[in-house]
C-alpha cells in the first residue's frame, strides 16, 4: 500500500484506548497477515498521537542501526542516546513512541520489550506478519508485557468508508439494525450492489485503494496476484522442511470449500501425506493468519470452546477477494460483466463459497471466534454455518447460542437446520439469524432475517 494513503481503520480507536488505559505499562503488538496495513496504522497513529517517533524497520536495517541494537539493549541509556544520533530524531519521556516494524526480522528486539516497557520512558509498538510461526519464536521468550491486537483485511464498514461509493455512513446501517428499521429500497440495492463488489476486491488494503483510484478489477486482480505470489514467497522462505505440504495445502483451500460440506479434506491437499504433518501444514497457514478455522461443535452451548471437535473444521480463506483470485489460478477475469457472472456462479467460483467466506471474514473482524454445527449424512444432512454466543433478550439478556445460516441467494430460502437445532437444543438457542440479499425483516420475534452487509454487526 502506498506510504501516501491512509484509510480509516477501526484499529486505530483501539490503539488510542490502550495508549490512555495503559500509559507505557506495556507495549502492543499488531499481528495479521501480510498487506493488511500493519505498518501504515502504526506510523499514522504515531504521527498522529506523539510528540516524536521512530520507526524501526527491521527488514531494511541499515549496518549502524543494527550495531546499536546487537550492542546496546542492554544499557538502555546508551541505547537511547545512539538510537536519536543515528536517526536524527529526538525522544521525549512519555510523549514518544519507537515502533519495532517486522519484528519477527529481529526477535532479539521483541524479547527486549519486558524490559524497555519496564524503563517506562517511552511507548512501543511492534508490527510484524509470520509473528507466532515457530521459527520466529523458537529461541526467545515472549514478554508478558506484550499485548496482541489482531488486524485483518478491510471489513465492510471500512471498506465504504475508504471506496467512498455509499451515499451514507456505516452508521447508518448499525442505527437501522438497532432500531429495526428497514433501508430504503434503494439504499439496499446500492448496499447489496456494493457488498457484491466487496466481496471480488475483498479487504487488502492495496486492492481497495487501486479499486478506489480506478474501478479497474483487472488492476485489482493483479494486486491481488502480487499479493498470493507474496504468500507463496513467504512459504517457501519461512516453512522449514514443511514447505511444499503447506504450498499444498495451501493452494487446496478454493476446492475445500467448494466440497458438500466444506469440512477440510486433508487428502485433497496431498493423497499419501501423513495427517500430522498436513495438520501441521495447517498449523503454519493459521498461525501466519491466512486462514480462518471454523471448527464443528458436537452441542451448542455458551461454553462453546468446550464441544469443538479439533479435527473437523473448515478453512476459509483470510480474505474474500484473495479467495476469488486464488480459486482462478491461471485465468484473468477484467470487466464488471465478468463479476456478476462470478457472483452469479456462472463460472470458476461457486458463489455460495464466497458468501460464506465473506461472512467468516466479518465474523472474525467483528471478534468471532468461528463455530458451526451439523448433523445427518450424504442427502439427509444439516447444518448451520456459524454459531454465535450473544446475549439474549428473551432471557433476560443472558447468553444464549444465536445460530446463523448464510444465503447465497433470495429463492432458496429454506431453513430446516435451523428449526432442527431448536428442537434438539432449545433452551440453549437464542435468536436466530438468516443473512441473505434480501432486505431486513424482523416481523418474526424468534428469527431476524438480514441482508448479507450486516453480518459484522452481528
Known amino acids: 500500500m502506498s506510504g501516501h494513503v491512509f484509510f480509516k481503520r477501526k484499529a486505530y480507536a483501539k490503539l488510542l484506548e490502550w495508549k490512555n488505559r495503559r500509559a507505557g505499562k506495556t507495549a502492543v ?6 498487506r493488511v496495513g500493519k505498518t501504515t496504522l502504526a506510523r499514522e497513529f504515531a504521527a498522529n498521537e506523539y510528540e516524536s ?3 524501526i524497520d527491521f527488514s531494511d536495517l541499515n549496518p549502524n542501526l543494527r550495531r546499536v541494537f546487537d550492542e546496546c539493549l542492554n544499557d538502555r541509556d546508551e541505547f537511547f542516546r545512539r538510537l536519536q544520533l543515528e536517526t536524527g530524531t529526538r525522544l521525549y519521556e512519555r510523549r514518544s513512541l519507537i515502533v519495532f516494524d517486522e519484528v519477527q526480522l529481529y526477535p532479539r528486539a521483541r524479547q527486549a520489550i519486558k524490559h524497555l516497557v519496564a524503563d517506562g520512558r517511552y511507548d ?3 508490527t510484524g506478519s509470520l509473528v507466532s510461526i515457530k521459527r520466529n519464536v523458537r529461541d526467545i521468550l515472549i514478554p508478558s508485557e506484550e499485548e496482541k491486537l489482531e488486524l485483518g483485511p478491510f471489513d465492510f464498514d471500512e471498506f465504504l468508508l475508504a471506496t467512498g461509493q455509499f451515499p451514507g455512513t456505516p452508521d447508518l446501517i448499525a442505527d437501522c439494525l438497532r432500531g429495526r428499521e428497514t433501508l430504503d429500497a434503494g439504499l439496499h ?3 447489496m450492489e456494493l457488498f457484491q463488489h466487496y466481496v471480488i476486491v475483498g479487504g487488502m488494503p492495496q486492492a481497495v485503494e487501486e479499486f478506489a483510484r480506478s474501478g479497474d478489477l483487472g488492476e485489482v486482480d493483479d494486486v491481488k496476484r502480487g499479493i498470493l505470489d507474496l504468500y507463496r514467497n513467504d512459504i517457501a522462505k519461512f516453512g522449514d522442511g514443511d514447505s511444499r505440504r503447506i504450498y499444498d495445502v495451501f493452494e487446496s483451500i478454493p476446492d475445500q470449500l467448494s466440497r458438500p460440506n466444506k469440512i477440510f479434506n486433508f487428502a485433497l491437499a496431498e493423497r499419501d501425506a501423513r495427517h500430522r504433518d498436513l495438520m501441521d501444514a495447517l498449523q503454519w497457514l493459521d498461525e501466519a493468519k491466512f486462514v480462518n478455522r471454523c471448527y464443528r461443535v458436537s452441542e451448542p452451548n455458551v461454553m462453546i470452546r468446550a464441544y469443538r471437535d479439533p479435527d ?3 478453512a476459509y480463506f483470510v480474505d474474500t477477494g484473495l479467495l476469488t483470485t486464488l480459486a482462478f489460478q491461471g485465468e484473468r477475469y477484467v470487466d464488471n460483466a ?5 457472483l452469479r456462479g456462472k463460472i470458476g467460483v461457486n458463489r455460495g463459497l464466497l458468501m460464506e467466506n465473506v461472512v467468516a471474514q466479518m465474523l472474525t473482524a467483528a471478534g468471532h471466534p468461528l463455530f458451526h454445527w451439523s448433523t445427518g449424512s450424504n442427502g439427509n444432512r444439516y447444518e448451520v454455518d456459524f454459531l454465535l454466543v450473544r446475549p439474549y433478550e428473551d432471557a433476560a439478556e443472558r447468553m444464549r447460542v444465536s445460530p446463523v445460516e448464510v444465503k447465497s441467494s433470495g429463492r432458496h430460502m429454506e431453513t430446516r437446520s435451523l428449526d432442527l437445532i ?3 437444543f432449545g ?16 416481523s418474526s420475534p424468534r428469527r431476524v432475517r438480514l441482508p448479507l452487509y450486516m453480518a459484522g454487526l452481528l
Not at 465478468?338 to 462470478?342: A, E, Q, S
Not at 433452551?427 to 424482523?442: A, F, H, N, Q
Open 338 to 342: 465478468m463479476m456478476r457472472d462470478v
Open 29 to 34: 503488538l499488531i499481528e495479521g497477515a501480510r
Open 427 to 442: 433452551r440453549e438457542i437464542g435468536k436466530e439469524y438468516v443473512l441473505s440479499p434480501k432486505p431486513m425483516d424482523t
Open 53 to 55: 517517533y521512530l520507526v
Open 189 to 191: 440495492r446500492k448496499l
Open 124 to 126: 512501543y509498538i511492534e
Open 422 to 424: 431448536r428442537e434438539r
Open 312 to 314: 473437523q473444521f473448515k
